[in-house]
């Protein structure tokens, strides 16, 4: 085993183990900081995909934001919610535990189906690409590529979504502004 | 199995080089607050007091491990380490002279922005922790100023990377010297390329990367949490803010995260704005100065100095200018550096169009 499987398995099982905690919590503020752990592994994972630039996007943007915005939310929040939040098994949105678990192996079948039919019939442009080896290598400056494309191929929904925060930045600052006095 | 001794070498050496670079600014720290305050600062240990942060960091290393009953043990133990790690990571991609750096990333210095963004995690963890109501004002200060100040901070580097092209700090600063493979141009018009020198640098290289500069270097103030922008651990109100409950070596850790902090940002403008490894002296015409002075060895004499002399500004503005109140805080970032920061960017695209071709 080289170092890059030891690695690869490392961060898998950081991933899955540490998001099965964050379900199983009953600490509600220890199960958030754990999260950041899976998104962390989750940065990981985005690595060994060659997609070096969502890796960092992804600690940016979930950890050094909407993490910590789910934090503040939890402290901002008062407690009688929280224990509610805690005892959620007589309620009735709540799923009992078999048919959770019966959920999860579907989802797992399904996925595992999917695999299995994907190597016996993978498309033809991926085939062709291999051959005249047109592939994605650890040493490419991807990042440059990402920068051309949004301006060229994907400039409409880059352009929306740049609107779409400007709104967003926009409506914030109208939210948080003080009424003026009359 | 080389290339194993040389991944666990280079974190030792960077590991040292933060101890020790910790136990000498600490020292400097109190010297120039003695200077400043007009006393003469540690003088009983050892030699005009040299031997004064030593004895304070054998004192740490000896205390006991003290946790608030009520405190969350994990949290409250894991958050030094989260703080610590944070900044660490970030020096993986510092380059210290030419091609001399841990890990030649594309993605540098986007990465140094994610990494430093974690910190505020281990902050905010640091503070629910301790169970404590100064700790926990103290981090969600902190968070505030922090996430508010990285928009500043990004958008500078933003007008510097307009003019780079490229977000690998190696190649960063190699285009600001003489070993440039492209022509640099001293404020757009005097070709520099054979000169180089402190005329290279990008923040003459774009006159308004000058306003950039002061940009950055005021907001990494603020994301280190030092003074003037220290209402996360201000004494005189929160105690110690996120670190009140903290002792022995987990406060050890927490004050070297802070250390290193300042060395990283310290670096990271070194390296954007002035040069990085490259020197400051010019090639005047026979006397090669700036071809002698460019090597592996000037490289790291280079960057260490000139980090050094802006960790040392850093200094001198702490203990000469007083604390900003929360609200001052915040308009400073938002209605005077922010906007500054986007006219500087548009500058910057306009620049790199129509000067730098």
Not at chain 1, 153 to 167: C, N, R, T
Not at chain 2, 5 to 13: G, K
Not at chain 2, 88 to 96: C, L
Request: with cysteine; charged share 10%.
């Amino acid at each position: 085993m080289t170092l890059e499987v030891i690695l690869f398995y490392a961060f898998a099982l950081l991933a899955i183990g540490s998001a099965l905690l964050v379900v199983s919590l009953k600490n509600l503020a220890r199960a958030l900081f754990l999260f950041f752990i899976v998104l962390f592994a989750m940065a990981g994972l985005y690595l060994f995909a060659l997609a070096d630039f969502v890796a960092i996007t992804q600690i940016l943007i979930y950890v050094g934001g909407v993490l910590i915005l789910m934090i503040f939310a939890f402290m901002l929040s008062n407690k009688e919610l929280l224990a509610d939040l805690q005892n959620t098994s007589k309620q009735f949105l709540s799923l009992p535990n078999w048919q959770a678990a019966v959920l999860a192996i579907g989802f797992l079948a399904a996925i595992s189906y999917g695999i299995y039919e994907w190597q016996d019939f993978t498309p033809d442009w991926i085939t062709t690409n291999l051959r005249n080896g047109q592939v994605i290598k650890p040493t490419d400056n991807t990042i440059n590529e990402i920068g051309y494309k949004f301006i060229t191929q994907y400039v409409l929904a880059f352009e929306v979504i740049s609107i779409f925060l400007l709104m967003v930045l926009i409506g914030a600052a109208h939210i948080s502004r003080r009424e003026e006095q009359a | 199995m080389y290339e194993l001794f040389i991944h666990i070498l280079i974190p030792i050496a960077i590991f040292s080089f933060i101890a020790l670079f910790t136990l000498f600014a600490v020292y400097a720290e109190r010297k120039i607050a003695g200077f400043v305050q007009d006393r003469l600062g540690p003088m009983e240990t050892g030699k005009y007091g040299s031997l004064q942060t030593i004895a304070d960091i054998l004192k740490l290393l000896q205390k006991e491990f003290i946790t608030p009953t009520v405190a969350d043990k994990i949290l409250f133990a894991a958050a030094p380490v989260v703080i610590f790690s944070a900044v660490f990571i970030g020096f993986a991609v510092m380059p210290w002279a030419p091609d001399f750096l841990p890990a030649n990333l594309n993605t540098g210095l986007f990465f140094i922005m994610a990494v430093i963004s974690i910190d505020a995690i281990g902050i905010l963890m640091a503070g629910w922790g301790s169970n404590n109501k100064f700790s926990l004002l103290g981090s969600i200060r902190a968070i505030a100023q922090m996430v508010s100040y990285e928009i500043p901070i990004g958008l500078s580097l933003i007008s510097v990377v307009m003019l780079t092209q490229t977000m690998n700090l190696n190649e960063i600063v190699f285009q600001q010297g003489v070993l440039a493979s492209d022509p640099i141009f001293f404020f757009g018009f005097w070709d520099v390329t054979q000169i180089g020198g402190l005329f290279s640098w990008y923040i003459f290289q774009a006159p308004h990367l000058i306003i950039v500069y002061i940009i950055f270097f005021v907001a990494t103030l603020a994301e280190c949490n030092r003074a003037p922008f220290d209402i996360p651990e201000a004494e005189s109100e929160l105690i110690g803010g996120f670190h009140t409950e903290y002792g022995g070596i987990r406060f050890a850790f927490i004050f070297l995260a802070e250390y290193a902090m300042m060395f990283l940002v310290s670096m990271l403008g070194v390296i954007l704005f002035l040069g990085g490894w490259n020197t400051p002296l010019p090639n005047i015409g026979s006397f090669a100065l700036a071809d002698w002075t460019t090597g592996l060895y000037w490289g790291i004499f280079w960057t260490i100095s000139k980090a050094l002399f802006i960790v040392g500004v850093q200094m001198w503005i702490r203990w000469t200018l007083p604390r900003f109140r929360a609200d001052q805080l915040m308009n400073l970032c938002w209605k005077v550096l922010i906007p500054i920061a986007f006219v500087c960017m548009a500058i910057s695209g306009v620049w790199r169009i129509i000067v730098m071709v």
